[in-house]
């Protein structure tokens, strides 16, 4: 019987860096994110904005899946919470970096919004973040990413 060969050598490229690993969830927990979730989607559609809010980050808390960030920017911006959603949006492209470019193209526009709001021209990520509600809705422009949510 011939003996067995030594693995063949690993290509010499760069180190593939991956996010770290989430620890796998309970059913309870699981079932509870996604009931989490499902009410923070009925509430965004109904424009509840503030329960919206809530639930995501419950969700996010039990599931640490990376896709709610980025529902946590569209609800933080409808909020007015400029600031905010452009935390949720760096740290979404932390987890999805395929996503990068489109998503740097949103911290570019809102990054430009809230240097115009402060007349001065110079962007403050310390400044306070903008009231949580506004008088009036926010113009969103629909989400042209098409980016898939967490179910």
Partial sequence: MPAAEPPAPAAATAPVVSAPARPALTPEVQAE?????????????????????????????????????????KVALRLNQRQVAL??????????????????????????????????GAYNPASPAAPAVSATTPTVEPDPLNIPRWV
Avoid: W
Avoid at 33 to 62: D, H, P
Avoid at 90 to 112: A, C, F, G, W
């Fill in 33 to 73: 994110a996604a009931r989490q979730y499902e009410i923070g989607q009925k509430a965004f559609q109904s424009g509840q904005y503030e329960i919206a809010q809530v639930a995501f980050s419950r969700s996010y808390t039990l599931s640490k899946e990376p896709d709610l960030l980025y529902n946590m920017a």
């Fill in 87 to 120: 935390g949720y949006y760096r740290e979404y492209i932390s987890h999805h970096p395929k996503d990068e470019v489109k998503i740097q193209q949103e911290i570019e526009r809102l990054t430009e919004v809230i240097e115009s709001e402060r007349g001065d």
